[in-house]
Every structure is written in structure tokens, then in C-alpha cells.
């Protein structure tokens, strides 16, 4: 089996990953490509969260954050909302689902939006909350809704 994970196709390390044949040498090696290969991070981050492997998994929504994936943040920005698998940030959470709110996740946008319309301290929070809620509506998240006729 050839060491070398940069010669093999996404599809050849998903099945390897699947069928628990890379190597640890790959698994390093992996994690190196995962800083420089969003496709590699996501890859990753969804073989282990599947798998239940938070501490993995963490790792590389981290890295797939640096690719400003959307998902990877919507996801470290729950797990660290609820500490789950990780200590609790609630500030590291509300700029991660800002980041994911901004590249268009609709769920992310309901979430940020509920965020700041809940905490609002000011005219600003509720304008942004507001207009996060909207975001989300038009991006097909019905939550947005019933929460936008409810302010």
C-alpha cells in the first residue's frame, strides 16, 4: 500500500477511511493535507462526526473552518454553544455562526438572528437579529418566520 495520501483521489480515501485501511503514517499525513486541502477537511470532519469521533472531528472542522466552510462552522459553533465535546465559548460560538451566517447558511442565520434578537441590548441587536431572521427566511428556514412575527 502506497504511504503517500497526496497520490490517492478523495473517493480512494473515503473507502479507506470507511474500510479502516490507512495507515498511521496516512492518518498523519492527512492531517497536514487537511490544512491545505478544504476538500480533505471536509472529507475528514464528516468521516468523523459520522463515526462519533468528536476529538477528530473537531480537529478538522477547525481546519475546514479556515476554508470558511459553512457547515464546519454552523457545526464547531453548536458543539461550542453547548459544550459538547469541547469547553463551553459562547463568544467563539456567536462569531462562528456570524462566519456561517455570512456565508449563507440559513440555519446559522436563524440562529445568530435568534442570538442577538434574545440578548438585545440595544436597537442594533434587534436590527441585525432582525435582518439575520430575514436572511434566513428567504434562504428556506421557516423558523425565521414565526419568530419575525412574534417581534
Do not use: P
Not at 503517500?4 to 473515503?14: K, M
Amino acid at each position: 500500500m502506497n504511504n503517500d495520501i497526496l497520490q490517492l483521489s478523495i473517493e480512494e480515501i473515503e473507502q479507506r477511511l470507511s474500510a479502516d485501511s490507512l495507515s498511521e503514517q496516512q492518518h498523519t499525513e492527512l492531517k497536514k493535507v487537511a490544512s491545505e486541502n478544504s476538500d480533505v477537511a471536509e472529507l475528514m470532519y464528516q468521516f468523523y462526526l459520522n463515526s462519533k469521533d468528536y476529538r477528530n472531528a473537531m480537529y478538522y472542522l477547525e481546519q475546514a473552518d479556515k476554508f470558511d466552510d459553512s457547515y464546519a462552522q454552523l457545526c464547531l459553533a453548536s458543539l461550542y454553544q453547548q459544550g459538547k465535546h469541547c469547553s463551553q465559548d459562547l463568544l467563539r460560538a456567536k462569531g462562528l455562526f456570524e462566519k456561517s451566517a455570512r456565508n449563507g447558511d440559513a440555519e446559522a442565520q436563524f440562529e445568530i438572528g435568534s442570538l442577538l434578537l434574545l440578548s438585545a441590548d440595544n436597537e442594533d441587536d434587534i436590527e441585525q437579529g432582525t435582518y439575520w431572521l430575514n436572511e434566513s427566511f428567504l434562504n428556506g428556514n421557516d423558523d425565521s418566520k414565526m419568530l419575525l412575527e412574534a417581534v
